[in-house]
């Protein structure tokens, strides 16, 4: 069974078939899915979500794009949110340099308040990187010292894509990496970066509806496609699915603190 640790079902892109993509993500073996935030009305969407529907989980954050005109006022919302039981995580922060440079500060001024969240609600932090690992990895890792919070801090770099040595550096951090749909993608490298890299420290996503993994690239990305995410990872680690699926599955209910007793979307 998996674990697709970040999809955005509450978007839009799936109000068409949401009960459609839930059934395909339950034919794939999907046991349970997490929700990312992007703001607070997507909080209030995944908790929706949760509340109708077993094996659904929900993060609250706000995502380094929203944060150039967040006010305190949201941030004291994420964190009266984080007190729902579905919520199992601070996510998604981060640092975004791609699209706009003009708000740098502000989103290292977020990110530092999330990483406190994240150690105050004893909850892990899922962080959003793009073209930011040195800040972030810099960041993360001042915030965990002048916390005292070596054995607490712990989360996720969704989305990885780096070299072997960024991965490494993460690691040393006390946080894993996710891994998506880019993994699949001929000449991405990143199969490179992680194959000798612990694989108790690797958990499978989608990051739906965007990045979907071959061979459905260019498409909408949903739950169901994250097993073909662990079956290239499980080629590239050289062992069977289901000991790539059992690995990741227990370590991401580890990581969230999914009791593996729980309810499940497959019943």
């Known amino acids: 069974m998996l674990i697709d640790t970040h999809a ?11 009960e459609a ?7 794939a073996g999907v046991e349970a899915i997490v929700l990312p935030a992007i703001d607070v009305p997507s909080i209030h969407a995944a908790l929706a979500l949760c509340a109708k529907h077993d094996g659904l989980y929900a993060m609250a954050a706000l995502h380094p794009s929203e944060t150039k005109e967040a006010t305190e006022r ?40 999330h990483i406190q969240l994240a150690v105050e609600k004893d909850l892990p932090l899922i962080l959003h990187n793009r073209e930011a690992t040195a800040d972030l990895v810099q960041i993360v890792g001042e915030e965990r010292d002048a916390l005292d919070a070596r054995d607490r801090l712990r989360g996720i770099f969704h989305c990885f894509v780096g070299s072997q040595a960024e991965g490494e550096a993460i690691l040393d951090l006390g946080f894993h990496l996710g891994l998506g749909g880019i993994l699949t993608f001929k000449n991405s490298a990143v199969d490179e970066a992680v194959v000798d890299l612990p694989l108790d420290r690797l958990v499978v996503e989608t990051d739906a509806p965007y990045l979907a993994p071959e061979p459905h690239r260019g498409s909408r990305n949903e739950p169901a496609f994250v097993r073909h995410v662990a079956t290239y990872l499980a080629e590239v680690k050289g062992v069977p699915l289901s000991d790539l699926a059992g690995t990741t599955t227990a370590t991401a209910h580890a990581l969230f603190g999914i009791d593996p007793a729980a309810p499940t979307l497959l019943g």
């Open 8 to 18: 955005h079902l509450y978007l839009d892109a799936f109000d068409d078939d949401r």
């Open 21 to 27: 993509v839930l059934n395909r993500a339950r034919e």
């Open 74 to 113: 949201e941030l004291q919302e994420v964190a009266d949110l984080c007190d729902e039981d579905a919520v199992v995580a601070v996510g998604e922060s981060g640092l975004d340099y791609y699209w706009d440079r003009s708000f740098d500060d502000r989103q290292q001024q977020f990110l530092r308040a």
